[in-house]
């Protein structure tokens, strides 16, 4: 091989392995979601919950941290939870421990289990309590603690600090559109807007709205969405012609 050639093999590897670790550090810091499922219809919202408990049945069978948390009307996301929570009692994954944000407090009646109010701000150390046994905790409050978008999120903290592994749902409203007009977002391009958790929870369900609008979906029907971002945050997407 001469010199030349040498030279030019040497650097077409160095521009493969830049690219390669520019696309490896894209996917770490910003990976794709997962499809976990494509548009069903759903006839009431508690059937919602026993849908996503069919499709990630050993995730949340196995998990000892579950958070769960909704941009829904409370009354809505708790019909959702309650669907949920039905089949996990039946498949014997019932929590020793609730805590709840205190706006959203509304499970810890139907459980009946040992539960703690805390304030969202607040964090939830009564975790590190049973994190080592064999005991299971639910936590339960809007999308801001449970989706690991939000930094401040209880999900992201106790897998931070605790070091524990964290299965979280949040439910989140998306649209049946026949065209991306019908979405207004514009600030879904700027960089600086989309780093705002709420505002990447509303790109994110105008990026499932827009995946989507080659199905001429009826939007007349209620349909379940459920994506996977990162190791285990789930976030499930919600179209009823009630919460529109």
Request: net charge positive.
């Amino acid at each position: 091989m001469s010199k030349k050639l040498k030279i030019l093999s040497i650097a077409l590897l160095a521009v493969a392995l830049t690219i390669g670790v520019a696309v490896l550090i894209t996917w770490v810091v910003n990976p794709k979601p997962v499809s976990m499922i494509n548009p069903t219809e759903f006839s009431t919202l508690e059937s919602v919950g026993v849908l996503s408990f069919h499709r990630l049945r050993p995730v949340l069978l196995d998990a000892k941290v579950l958070v769960i948390g909704s941009v829904l009307p409370p009354d809505s996301s708790g019909q959702i939870w309650t669907g949920l929570l039905k089949m996990l009692a039946l498949e014997g994954w019932e929590p020793n421990l609730l805590i709840e944000e205190g706006s959203s407090k509304f499970l810890g009646p139907q459980l009946k289990v040992t539960s703690v109010e805390l304030l969202a701000d607040e964090k939830p150390t009564q975790v590190k309590q049973l994190g080592d046994s064999i005991q299971k905790i639910l936590l339960h409050g809007p999308a801001a603690i449970s989706s690991q978008f939000f930094k401040d999120s209880w999900s992201h903290w106790i897998e931070v600090n605790l070091d524990l592994p964290v299965v979280s749902l949040t439910l989140i409203p998306w649209k049946v559109v026949k065209d991306g007009t019908q979405l207004s977002d514009t600030d879904c391009k700027n960089e600086d807007a989309v780093g705002s958790p709420s505002q990447r929870l509303t790109c994110t369900a105008n990026a499932v709205s827009r995946k989507f609008i080659r199905k001429k979906l009826d939007a007349t029907k209620s349909y379940i969405v459920m994506e996977r971002h990162g190791l285990r945050d789930y976030l499930i997407f919600i179209y009823n012609t009630q919460l529109q």
